[in-house]
């Protein structure tokens, strides 16, 4: 069985310029969600899917990053315009139910903000 | 605020010597613990949990200890190897969603 899957692995950009990282979960995981590791920091949660609907999205850091998943599959984390904080790694995860055990990540996206 | 946190960003132990990773949290409510390990180039995996109603929790190689007087917990990992090389986060996960601290980096000589 496939694992969760991200994409791109690394993307470098300018500032100001536009990314957009895909995800998608382990088929039939309803509950999906977004994290961001900045460099020697903590993972921080940054939103929560269950379906094609916001349960939680606390954690997004402004109204630049904007999250989707159309169809309640595959998600999309646009951060438009990118700033340098914004660098990090991003990890996507998915749980058919709400326990830590079934929570599981993907390897992550490496954004590099020039 | 709530935290969880870590003691030592940076472990480094002989192959074959036990390890001992500590986490402080701040929360007295959290009632669920979770410790994943994260390689190079990978995502955090599940490695063992722990419920509040327990103090000890016993895995293959690992053992997690709470101590909720003082809010801390450790993991335990027995006779390590290279493998086990990676950063190892404690979460607190009674509110579903993984709340993560900073992370250990252990390294691992052979």
């Known amino acids: 069985e496939a694992g969760v899957t991200q994409f791109p692995s690394h993307s470098v950009i300018e500032k100001g310029q536009t990314v957009t990282l895909r995800c998608d979960p382990i088929?039939?995981?309803?509950?999906l969600y977004w994290y961001r590791r900045v460099m020697g920091k903590e993972i921080k949660f940054l939103l929560h899917?269950?379906?094609?609907?916001?349960?939680?999205e606390s954690g997004m850091p402004n109204n630049r990053f904007l999250a989707e998943r159309t169809g309640g599959t595959y998600s999309t984390l646009k951060v438009q315009p990118a700033e340098l904080e914004d660098s990090g790694v991003y990890f996507c995860?998915?749980?058919?139910?709400?326990?830590?055990?079934?929570?599981?990540f993907g390897p992550g996206t490496r954004l590099t903000v020039l | 605020g709530e935290s969880v946190g870590l003691h030592l960003p940076t472990l480094s132990v002989q192959e074959g010597d036990n390890s001992i990773i500590n986490c402080a949290y701040s929360?007295?409510?959290?009632?669920?613990f979770i410790w994943y390990k994260q390689e190079s180039g990978k995502g955090p995996q599940f490695i063992i949990d722990?419920?509040?109603?327990?103090d000890k929790r016993q895995g293959q190689r690992v053992t997690v200890l709470l101590n909720k007087t003082v809010k801390h917990l450790s993991l335990q990992i027995a006779a390590t190897q290279p493998g086990d090389s990676a950063v190892y986060f404690c979460?607190?996960?009674?509110?579903?969603?993984?709340?993560f601290g900073r992370g250990t980096s252990l390294i691992v000589h052979p």
């Open positions: 929360n007295s409510a959290s009632d669920y």
């Open positions: 979460a607190e996960g009674g509110s579903y969603i993984p709340t």
């Open positions: 722990i419920r509040s109603n327990m």
């Open positions: 088929s039939g995981h309803d509950n």
């Open positions: 899917f269950v379906k094609e609907s916001k349960q939680d």
């Open positions: 995860a998915s749980s058919l139910g709400l326990a830590g055990l079934e929570v599981f």
